[in-house]
């Protein structure tokens, strides 16, 4: 028998991890597609306010001018999408890392069971079970599982 056998513990009954990482990369992906559709209507609303201002003028100070704020909106767009990712990883990392919400992987493997943790975890794992159905009642980690089988 080869099973893996992932466990998220609940904590307070809130997400798991998986569900936290899962969530944060849908949410980092969306403000991206919305940051680089905001960054390409900005610069063609500038090129065609500059393409229509040139025509109008045709002075080179009134070019550099608007090659200047092209370049400004390019930069306050990127800031803006290093801060919400900055912001973001943080949150993440206060979320799985503060608040101790581990993922537990136990391979099984001919009836016997390989827990790769370290530290706490592995303490409170005892490892000494046929199933992985039955690996809910021999760990010490915590009382809210969520069991997922990957193959």
């Known amino acids: 028998m080869l099973g893996v056998t992932a466990m998220v513990p609940y904590i307070n009954s809130r997400s798991s ?4 990482i899962v969530v944060v990369v849908i949410v980092l992906v969306v403000e991206l597609v919305i940051v680089v559709v905001a960054v390409v209507v900005v610069v063609v609303v500038v ?5 229509v201002v ?3 003028t045709a002075t080179a100070v009134t070019v ?3 090659l200047v704020v092209v370049v400004v909106v390019i ?6 999408v290093v801060v919400v ?3 973001v990883v943080v949150v993440v990392v206060v979320v799985v890392v503060v608040e101790e919400v581990v993922v537990v992987v136990i391979i099984v493997v001919e009836g ?8 706490r975890e592995q303490r409170n794992v005892v490892a000494l079970i046929q199933e992985p159905s039955l690996i ?3 760990t010490g980690i915590d009382d809210y599982y969520h069991v997922v089988t990957l193959i």
Request: hydrophobic letters at 75%; aromatic letters at 0%.
């Open 75 to 80: 930069i306050v767009v990127v800031v803006v």
């Open 64 to 66: 550099v001018l608007v």
């Open 85 to 87: 990712v900055v912001v």
């Open 17 to 20: 991890r998986l569900e936290v």
């Open 112 to 119: 016997v069971v390989i827990v790769p943790l370290t530290g």
């Open 136 to 138: 809910l009642k021999k």
């Open 47 to 51: 090129v065609v306010a500059a393409e």
């Open 54 to 56: 040139v025509a109008a």
